[in-house]
């Protein structure tokens, strides 16, 4: 296979089973295993990110480049992006790698106009159409970074500056174009700068409606092209900016419904930008489901005690357990899947360290849909939470639940009551969720 | 006046100028004064808060009480009530304060049964409503605690046992009776414990569902008995519960819009709460304009470096500036207004920290409004942000925000724009505001 | 056994095997299995705490008492007093229990006076002696409660008032006198008042100075009375107050060598005041080792996106992993051992939760002390940390560490040098984590 | 002056009055005025730090640069940096400025080896000394940037490998050798990289021992060279990495005491690395004071919302006037001074913002340095501390303190004590300060 000597690795990671001690063998993930009767390797849908595997530099705030990427530096940036692009499919083909997903300028250098922008990705897009045609890796999603350029640097649709909302226009039809040329399942939009730095200088509510109306244009260009999957929003509370106004699935929700959205968009859900937020990863996507717009899942993980986007990949087997059994419950993916918007650390500078992180991540991940399956053949939770509810499927909690009765009705019916605690038992119920895990 | 001995002043705190070093005497807060055309105090709407200043006994979960109220200790609940509310009319005159608000069980015992519970209640009102004919203290709101008693641990509308939501409705529907019988300006409901300690035994979507059935029960409720001011939801994030349904301001706003209440529904929003739920009080003032459902204010602030409510009094002018500053640009409050919902620290013991704690934050509130008028006038703050999204009130974005741009069009254009950005002068602002503060 | 009624099940809980889905059944607590040359049950050193379990009516700042216990409501406090005791004593038999640990004002109700109070806990002690008689249940430690009563809010030995600091003086030397009588293994600390709630009333060096005097004068007694284990400081970064003084292991470490108390006085750790400190678990346990202050655990947890101290009980196996691992390679406790400071949540009202909640916990902590045991005897983490720090066991490496090198020489010597940096491995050594886990 | 077109302005920023409008003047910085005895410019100190200013380009994680400076991009790094050295002391004119500070790699270019880069840096420093024979502009303090280059990626110091240690050791003795030639009043460390991004991989102890001994070398040094300034650690809790071992001033107290460095090493305190450690801008500063290692301070501002270091410049006059309260009482800077390692908003891409965020924040700290003069000479705050404290100063109270009572001596007179808690009066003290802001 491999057309680059970027990986040592020639042969694609295997499964071994549990026993295995290799950081390059799977130990669950066992893709074509059945669960709940569907493939392993159709229920988890893994998708690789371009841009933290072969755009990031590994600097930060306070710091360069350590990976020293033979693409990243160059004379010919199109020569350059066509050997990232090789050395990407290389790591999709090592790791079985069902998806992936990118940004415009992931993949291709911006020119010195939108056109010539355009011209780089519909170039590069072209030698991702030839690379699929016998990859097995197919495209999740696609998506125009609308943030890293100075343009950007006070929004793009919510710029105080038209042009510059017009310009986001032009990058977003090009990159969804794109998108439904390598058949991507779904288009995602995150906002990194449609925020504030200063509410002193922000006229929030004009902001929100341009908001609006660009995923409104977006929208109608979506029917117009018959691009069939999804427009998915990716919730995130802060950073790069102080406000980002899709903060989390919640605040979301009532901007799709506050600009007539619903049918059209859903949500793609971090777990870093959960708990930045807030909220527990479960949380987010518990209520994505409750409120009908759950759409796809960028997996990696935050660390609970910083304030910032770590993004580092997800080992915790029990967070993943419980995102399985959401998931499962719910009858599994549909047009989403699982994205490793996840990067190695700045340290992790050897060209294995990226073939480890995504093996050891996948096997976590494979772990909790193994957990959530015997969870949910035995209703270990779901048992208990029906039995908790079981009043409001009787005559009078239903006919509360579908607006027979009025508030003096059941005010008066109350003054005959004297209702008892009964135990939630957490505790036990953790116990509980520690035998599968 | 004093019909008590708790206090040992017994003449109202009145004006004394800035140059005043007495801590019960006002220094900016000059009732009459006018303000765009309304008296301080009408632009202000001060109330004090049943619960923090009288029913608190100065506990925390570390330790117990440190106040030693009289009215905290003896053999005849009602009658310790009627003390209370005595105490509490004296404090309402040495502040002149023109509001008041509280809960159900802050006034009045509960009782072995709800009857019991109601007919303590409207005792206790029987009372407020005597010392009102003669009192200027008016009802900023009433409301319901459906947190504190331990029928209520899982929740009051979201409750798994349809007979505790039916308790709550019992009390909601005594709670809204009493505040319209009182002249209420509003109604207020805060959803303490309408939240989940664990999501492993929680159905979430179920919950909401309950919430927004309560909700709409109220709402009948109300247009029935002819209660004219709005329903308030006081969002805030967590605390008692890891999570609570009404969040922050967005997620209440996407929550009105589900249950289809946002004709008859509004926040009252609380500094501490805005920044448990991670964004600044101005932030949820502005958004909760900027959606139409801002109503009004619980005045008080947190520390940004604890991760709980601790209800201080507000003693921040620079933000209370940008709070009126907000609340002036939008023509003032309607039937909303400022409650203290703070309370003195639990080492404040005396009698005299009550009374100072009230002057000193009116006091700040009113430089506060001072400063925001002047501003207004000046348009330190209107004039630069009207000068930096003037681009959209040309007839290019004029037109896409109302929709008259498809995507491909304003792409199209975009081909020939190269927009450079401007300063966003966020430290200049800051300077300015500097000047008015 | 039983002498109460309290708890429906009257025989110890029992090792029954990972296949086990009683929760009333170890799975992994296997005490006499011996794991590196100990029995299990001398390694983890078992113990229940009294306040949580027998003494916390499950209120929060939100709402009272839920779980209505038999001892807590009656007319005779000492008598009451006695029945929690038999209560206790039941849970510590049926948890087969090794350790419990007390604050005076758990065990005996405070009196009228200090002298009072004093006699009430000997009364409790002697109870206690008799029942250490034939229980196998020994004292992990005692401590003074000096932060519950008003007289405390201001702080004990930080005090504004020299009669608060006497007064602290004279209830723990009777606590100490107690933990001695029940051969305590050990006395601690936790100074909850110990700190400010704001700096603008505060001495912040006179507080600290009146701290050092006081932990000096306890060591002073500790000797005098031949009491043989340590003192320990339990380090709590905020909550109750705004700030305490031992906010984490690293201040505690500074306090001591101030106040020449290191020979002793070691820490106390809990996990949940770790976090509100900004630090792993692991981070405080590793430096109080690398500090040499190490004493003992509280083990629990609190919620990683809450800012209050929840205390649950710990169920994190991969945490739990990680503790062991670090206790077991500086071979296991001496006097420590782990505590549960840790309460079942207010709604776990029914007595099995309070079983429940131990099984759990102790069986997760076992799983963690066997998945150690494996990665010690696997030199998982040791083998590649070791490997990275080769180079500080060279010549040159141990002559810088060994102060035989001046800056001048080592950066000649560095003129020649360009060093390169090596991968740090994180996600391998976490996907090796994942393996004994 | 001028010898670069950068900035529009060519004549020195002035004291206009309070009544000034305009944002390049003074409204309260009035450099002459005495204050407490002496000239407000002597108290101040302020200092312009070289890497916002003119080495950040305005990137974050997410974009990149927006200011595109003119010294930014170009051939020949030496000329860059000459033409930038040109336009800072440009700066330092237009502002007044007293002070500046550098590291290392703002000044000059790092070459191809550690010598090269030394050669670059002196040069600079060449340039530096000749400039500042006629500028009024000193040195505050020069320190090394050990954590940028990828060499330092798993720390400088703390490297787990001894070839890293030991070019850091090169870097810094040139840097600490261009701070004497330059007289600067004092060296600065700031440990960036030295902490951990895991323990997993990490030997705390051993990294702890590497810091102590490096610390000592360069503490050898600067007495060998004769640098009269103190070495200023400067406390950061994390970021970039997950921890830094410095997190406090309460940590490296311990660490000074630990490794002997208490008589040469104090602390340079940043508000906005204080509140990332949870603490309070005002308590890093008393602790310093009260630990005697006070140093200097770092002057800017975080986002009590954000969880990263946002370095903006300082505006808050309230908390400027209690870091001046604090200062004034303890006599005032000695060698330290107020250095704005604070950078303005990547949006603020105009020169001119540039000099208005310095103006507004020097005015902001001289209003705060008045209203601390005035409220010192009422004792407004002294006055209400020494009264609460004052039974300490009594003879039993002083006797305490001293080490003449013994535990059982004072346990024993606490018998006859009932000691009955006072008001801490919070309230009070935040009117008091709100009349003095």
């Known amino acids: ?80 992006a066509r050997q990232k692009a090789d050395v990407a499919f290389d790591m999709f083909e090592l790791l079985d790698m069902p998806f992936f997903a990118f940004h415009d300028v992931d993949v291709a250098p911006e020119g010195a106009s939108l056109k010539e922008s355009i011209a780089n990705l519909n170039a590069i897009v072209e030698i991702f159409e030839k690379k699929m045609e016998t990859s097995k890796t197919k495209l999740l999603w696609g998506t125009a970074n609308l943030f890293s350029n100075r343009r950007f640097m006070a929004g793009a649709a919510t ?60 929208v109608d260009y979506k029917h117009k092209i018959g691009f069939n999957g999804p427009i998915l929003i990716e919730p995130k ?68 005690l910083l304030g910032w986007d770590t993004d580092q990949f997800a080992m915790n087997v029990g967070e993943l357990t419980l995102l399985m059994h959401e998931i499962l419950k719910h009858g599994g993916f549909t047009t989403g899947g699982m994205n490793f918007d996840a990067k190695i650390r700045r340290q992790s500078i050897d060209p294995d360290d990226l073939l480890i992180a995504h093996v050891a991540s996948m096997d976590a991940a494979a772990r909790g849909l193994l957990a959530a399956e015997k969870m949910l053949a035995d209703k270990a939770l779901e048992g208990p939470v029906a039995a908790r509810y079981a009043g409001w499927d009787e005559a009078e909690g239903k006919a509360v639940l579908a607006g027979e009765r009025s508030l003096e009705q059941v005010a008066e019916r109350a003054l005959g009551l004297n209702p008892q605690p009964r135990s939630g038992r957490q505790e036990y119920l953790e116990g509980v969720l520690n035998r599968y895990v």
Chains 1, 2, 3, 4 share one sequence.
């Open 237 to 304: 509370p802060k950073e790069p900016t102080k406000h980002q106004y899709d903060y989390d699935v919640a605040t979301v929700y009532g901007f799709l419904e506050r600009y007539d959205l619903l049918q059209d968009v859903k949500v793609n859900i971090e777990q870093n930008h959960a708990i930045l937020a807030g909220h527990s990863f479960d949380h987010e996507v518990r209520l994505a489901y409750a409120l009908g717009i759950f759409g796809s899942i960028d997996i990696n993980r935050g660390d609970d």
């Open 1 to 80: 296979m491999t057309v680059t000597s970027f990986f040592n690795r020639q042969t694609p990671v295997k499964f071994e089973g549990e026993g295995s001690t290799d950081p390059l063998g799977f130990r669950f993930y066992d893709k074509d295993r059945m669960v709940m009767g569907k493939r392993m390797e159709d229920h988890l849908r893994f998708s690789a990110a371009y841009w933290h595997s072969f755009t990031w530099p590994g600097g930060d705030p306070f710091g360069g480049e350590t990976f020293n990427r033979p693409w990243m530096h160059g004379a010919d940036p199109l020569a350059l």
């Open 159 to 218: 710029n105080p500056d038209p042009d510059v909302f017009a310009y986001a226009c032009g990058q977003v039809k090009a990159a969804i174009d794109a998108t439904k040329r390598l058949n991507g399942a779904n288009y995602v939009c995150w906002g990194g700068r449609e925020g504030y730095e200063t509410l002193l200088n922000t006229n929030l509510k004009r902001e929100l409606d341009q908001l609006g109306r660009f995923l409104s244009m977006l």
